[in-house]
T-cell receptor, first 114, second 114 residues
Framework: GDSVTQMEGPVTLSEEACLTINCTYTATGYPSLFWYVQYPGEGLQLLLKATKADDKGSNKGFEATYRKETTSFHLEKGSVQVSDSAVYFCALSEPAQGAQKLVFGQGTRLTINP | DADVTQTPRNRITKTGKRIMLECSQTKGHDRMYWYRQDPGLGLRLIYYSFDVKDINKGEISDGYSVSRQAQAKFSLSLESAIPNQTALYFC?????????????FGSGTRLTVV
């Protein structure tokens, strides 16, 4: 079945550092890929998405590129802020399968220190 | 008002008790979902519903049941709560394309079974 694997956390960085959170996936078809963010005490919010190979999703300074050849969707940001501290989830959905359910990675907790 | 509202936000219950978690949405979407979040495991799908008459089991439905009372309402019940059902529960809804534009999540219900 479909699956998503994220890099192990937690990740702790200093403000203005560069961030990469790795995400790889296994899917039978052509999934859409997502990054969701969960701030403390809140539900998940869509951060960015990409629906086909080579698409780049971007939002709030974060970027991720859909790489079909490496089945990856790594999340990057050039200069992180304290307010970026949250849990980040990589996810996929496969509309072609009809079920169209989101499959999540295990989440990566990010802490940014001032 | 939030697009997806979950009640209660927090609940402590005893082993063997029946408990219902409620979810309502104002997005006008047909598709609704219940997920469970455990540390290090990401979110796992319990049940999903594509319309009022269509309810399906997810990957971890044992010990749970659901009711879709209306397009806007989707409730999750634990028939006889057990301690390993202690978790954070999220309700979500998605667009007609099955999430290609992202899911909308509620703020979650933190359930503790003692």
């Amino acid at each position: 079945g479909d699956s998503v694997t994220q890099m192990e956390g937690p990740v702790t960085l200093s403000e203005e550092a560069c961030l990469t959170i790795n995400c790889t996936y296994t899917a039978t078809g052509y999934p859409s890929l997502f990054w969701y963010v969960q701030y403390p005490g809140e539900g998940l919010q869509l951060l960015l998405k990409a629906t086909k190979a080579d698409d780049k999703g971007s939002n709030k300074g974060f970027e991720a590129t859909y790489r079909k050849e490496t089945t990856s969707f790594h999340l990057e940001k050039g200069s992180v802020q304290v307010s970026d501290s949250a849990v980040y989830f990589c996810a996929l959905s496969e509309p072609a399968q009809g079920a169209q359910k989101l499959v999540f990675g295990q989440g990566t907790r990010l802490t940014i220190n001032p | 008002d939030a697009d997806v509202t979950q009640t209660p936000r927090n609940r402590i219950t005893k082993t063997g008790k029946r408990i219902m978690l409620e979810c309502s949405q104002t997005k006008g979407h047909d598709r609704m979902y219940w997920y469970r979040q455990d540390p290090g495991l990401g979110l796992r799908l319990i049940y999903y519903s594509f319309d009022v008459k269509d309810i399906n089991k997810g990957e971890i439905s044992d010990g749970y049941s659901v009711s879709r009372q209306a397009q806007a309402k989707f409730s999750l019940s634990l028939e006889s709560a057990i301690p390993n059902q202690t978790a954070l529960y999220f309700c979500a809804t998605s667009d007609p394309l099955g999430g290609s534009y992202g899911y909308t999540f509620g703020s979650g219900t933190r359930l503790t079974v003692v």
